[in-house]
């Protein structure tokens, strides 16, 4: 956990969860939040299309943000925190979604939380991030992921067949739908769907878990986040999903070569969140007694 604090806490930049016109509404309230704190807010240009509004383009408002806000569910702030990484601003999720283990100031928090950001009550948590390449005949494509990268069928009727190797020596054979390699804030997505295991999020390592695999001795694996995974289809082509977000045809012996980033991503938490707690409400584990 970092003891970094926000140098500035003047102009909060917004991005709204994409399609959502009637979202604006609750945008609009939760400014005015904003700015009775003294807090200057600045909206995306396409979030400003949306619902008829002045905005800025995405480049200009993270440069003129202090920090970065998504309202919406995970999936808007996973959109943001891949689209803004790079620009080392903070980022936080107002949850006007279901689930949401990112996005977790709930709609009636705003007004708490942004006292417990001007009373420096926060943390800013480093979130490991995925940088990676696929390498073809025609040269590399990078990408970077914050909760995943899936290789998986291209089709339904076809089975996928991936080398997998750490390091550069080979290790195993996957055979089945395909296989998840995920950070720990992304094990409670598509990983944890799959049967892979939840790993607490500040954790540096990455998760590999096969997807309906054709035997049963295919096992999920968490390995150090310094070791540099590559992955290939020796006899099909395969497709390679970034957070579930972009994806690219693989054609046979391509490779996906992924490795931990050396800068995480930031995000602002308050400093009494519990992920325990969290896990218990999302996943409704248990009761206290």
Same mark, same amino acid.
């Given at each position: 956990?970092s003891?970094?604090?926000?140098?500035n806490?003047?102009?909060?930049g917004?991005v709204?969860?994409?399609?959502?016109?009637?979202i604006?509404?609750?945008?609009?309230?939760?400014?005015?939040q904003?700015e009775?704190?003294?807090?200057?807010?600045l909206?995306?240009?396409?979030?400003a299309?949306m619902?008829?509004e002045?905005?800025?383009?995405?480049?200009a408002?993270?440069?003129?943000?202090?920090?970065?806000?998504?309202?919406?569910?995970?999936?808007?702030?996973?959109?943001?925190v891949?689209?803004?990484?790079?620009?080392?601003?903070?980022?936080?999720?107002?949850n006007a979604?279901?689930?949401?283990?990112?996005?977790?100031v709930?709609?009636?928090? !705003?007004?708490e939380?942004? #006292?417990?950001?001007l009373?420096?009550?926060?943390? +800013?948590? /480093?979130?490991?991030? *995925?940088? %990676?390449?696929?390498?073809?005949?025609?040269?590399?494509?990078n990408f970077y992921?914050?909760?995943?990268?899936?290789?998986?069928?291209p089709?339904?009727?076809?089975?996928?067949?991936?080398?997998?190797?750490i390091?550069?020596?080979?290790?195993n054979?996957?055979?089945?739908?395909?296989l998840?390699?995920?950070t720990?804030t992304?094990?409670?997505?598509?990983?944890?769907?799959?049967?892979g295991?939840?790993?607490?999020?500040?954790?540096?390592?990455f998760?590999?878990?096969?997807?309906?695999?054709?035997?049963?001795?295919?096992?999920?694996?968490?390995?150090p986040?310094?070791?540099?995974?590559?992955l290939?289809?020796p006899?099909a082509? !395969?497709?390679?999903?970034? #957070?579930?977000?972009?994806?690219?045809?693989?054609? +046979?012996? /391509?490779?996906l070569? *992924?490795? %931990?980033?050396?800068i995480g991503?930031?995000?602002?938490?308050?400093?009494?969140?519990?992920?325990?707690?969290?896990?218990?409400?999302?996943?409704?584990w248990?009761e206290h007694?």
């Amino acid at each position: 956990m970092s003891l970094q604090k926000l140098k500035n806490i003047n102009t909060a930049g917004f991005v709204l969860r994409p399609t959502t016109p009637g979202i604006k509404e609750l945008y609009m309230s939760i400014k005015l939040q904003f700015e009775a704190k003294g807090i200057k807010v600045l909206l995306s240009e396409r979030s400003a299309e949306m619902i008829g509004e002045d905005g800025l383009v995405f480049d200009a408002l993270c440069l003129e943000s202090d920090f970065l806000v998504s309202l919406g569910g995970d999936g808007t702030l996973l959109s943001l925190v891949r689209k803004s990484y790079g620009y080392d601003k903070p980022v936080f999720g107002i949850n006007a979604g279901n689930l949401g283990f990112l996005a977790d100031v709930k709609i009636d928090e !705003v007004e708490e939380f942004l #006292d417990a950001i001007l009373s420096g009550d926060y943390h +800013i948590n /480093d979130r490991m991030m *995925i940088e %990676g390449y696929i390498r073809t005949r025609d040269g590399c494509k990078n990408f970077y992921a914050f909760n995943d990268v899936v290789i998986t069928r291209p089709t339904i009727s076809k089975m996928a067949k991936i080398d997998a190797s750490i390091d550069g020596e080979w290790f195993n054979t996957y055979s089945g739908d395909g296989l998840i390699i995920s950070t720990p804030t992304g094990s409670t997505a598509y990983s944890m769907a799959a049967g892979g295991p939840i790993i607490y999020p500040l954790t540096k390592a990455f998760i590999m878990t096969p997807i309906c695999a054709h035997s049963l001795t295919q096992r999920p694996l968490v390995v150090p986040a310094d070791f540099t995974i590559e992955l290939h289809s020796p006899d099909a082509r !395969v497709i390679a999903m970034i #957070d579930g977000q972009d994806d690219y045809e693989m054609q +046979i012996d /391509d490779q996906l070569v *992924i490795k %931990g980033a050396k800068i995480g991503a930031k995000l602002l938490s308050r400093s009494k969140q519990n992920y325990f707690s969290i896990l218990r409400e999302k996943l409704s584990w248990g009761e206290h007694n």
